[in-house]
């Protein structure tokens, strides 16, 4: 019977250097609510949180923010003898 399988965390610069984005950015997401996080520093109520985060948690947040084609628009039909205003 084997136990849990432990993932490696990722701390804010790690997701930075994948991103291609600057650490803050991903500072800015968590303290968003946007990309779920993990206080780990000893202190809760601390001044400098040390984040960390899942990398499951890291795919969802990409998932949420990828862009999906809009879907087709119906063509509208031009009216003989109507003049349209809009």
Known sequence: MSGP???R???PP???EQLGV???KVI???NAGELVAVNVAQSLHGK???WRI???ELEAFLLRRQKR???PRAKRRKLVGVTEYF
């Open 5 to 7: 399988t432990l993932t």
């Open 9 to 11: 965390w990722l701390t």
């Open 14 to 16: 790690d997701v930075a």
């Open 22 to 24: 600057e650490p803050p």
């Open 28 to 30: 800015a997401w968590i």
């Open 48 to 50: 400098r949180p040390r």
């Open 54 to 56: 899942d990398p499951r």
């Open 69 to 71: 084609p809009n879907a």
